[in-house]
């Protein structure tokens, strides 16, 4: 069955330093993958996307993320992060499932940032 | 502006009566969803529709309905049927066109029964 796997459930990091945020799935094929960004009591926001090609793919705010097929992993990395990057972080695979397209999500990772 | 909108943002409602949960959007997407979410576990999706008239059921449909009369509208009610309906449920669209798994999301609304 499809899964995703995030799991770190909160990380913590000083602004101005690097963020790697794990995510690793189980699918029989190559996967659409995403990440998707939620601050406190808010709905989700598309960061980035992945469906072929280039394995390294960048989002909004800054944010990258590198397709590793023989790791089955989606990380998601930033160089330097803001204060206002701390938020709830979702990953999620996009699963065909005769004909009905949907996506399942991981757990999330809570991030935040201390000055 | 083009968007989603979930109301109300906070909605109490006391056991055993039935409550809906308001979708709409201007996206023109075909495909609209219903997730839950809890802490700790993510997303559950609880209904989509691709069409209107047609709508199939997610993870956990039990003690939910909906109903997809409008391309815009898809609204969720939550029965008495439903064991712990106390959660924050999220509000989803996609269109063909960007792929169907590109989801914008609504901002939410939180449901609290006692």
């Known amino acids: 069955a499809q899964s995703v796997t995030q799991p770190d459930i909160h990380i913590t990091v000083s602004e101005g330093a690097s963020l790697e945020l794990r995510c690793n799935y189980s699918?029989?094929?190559?996967?659409?993958l995403f990440w998707y960004v939620q601050s406190p009591g808010q709905g989700l926001q598309l960061l980035l996307k992945?469906?072929?090609?280039?394995?390294l793919v960048q989002g909004i705010k800054g944010f990258e993320a590198e397709f590793k097929r023989s790791q089955s992993s989606f990380n998601l990395r930033k160089p330097s992060v803001h204060w206002s990057d701390a938020a709830e972080y979702f990953c999620a695979v996009g699963l065909t499932n005769f004909g009905n397209e949907k996506l399942t999500f991981g757990t999330g990772t809570r991030l935040t940032i201390i000055p | 502006d083009g968007g989603i909108t979930q109301s109300p943002k906070y909605l109490f409602r006391k056991e055993g009566q039935n409550v809906t949960l308001s979708c709409e959007q201007n996206l023109n997407h075909d495909a609209m969803y219903w997730y839950r979410q809890d802490p700790g576990q993510g997303l559950r999706l609880i209904y989509y529709?691709?069409?209107?008239?047609?709508?199939q059921k997610g993870d956990i449909a039990e003690g939910y309905s909906v109903s997809r009369e409008k391309k815009e509208s898809f609204p969720l009610t939550v029965t008495s049927a439903q064991k712990n309906p106390t959660a924050f449920y999220l509000c989803?669209?996609?269109?063909?066109?960007?792929?169907?798994?590109?989801?914008?999301f609504g901002p939410g609304t939180r449901l609290t029964v006692t």
């Open positions: 992945y469906f072929s090609g280039d394995t």
């Open positions: 699918y029989g094929a190559t996967p659409y």
């Open positions: 529709s691709q069409i209107v008239n047609d709508f």
């Open positions: 989803a669209s996609s269109s063909l066109g960007t792929g169907w798994y590109e989801q914008y």
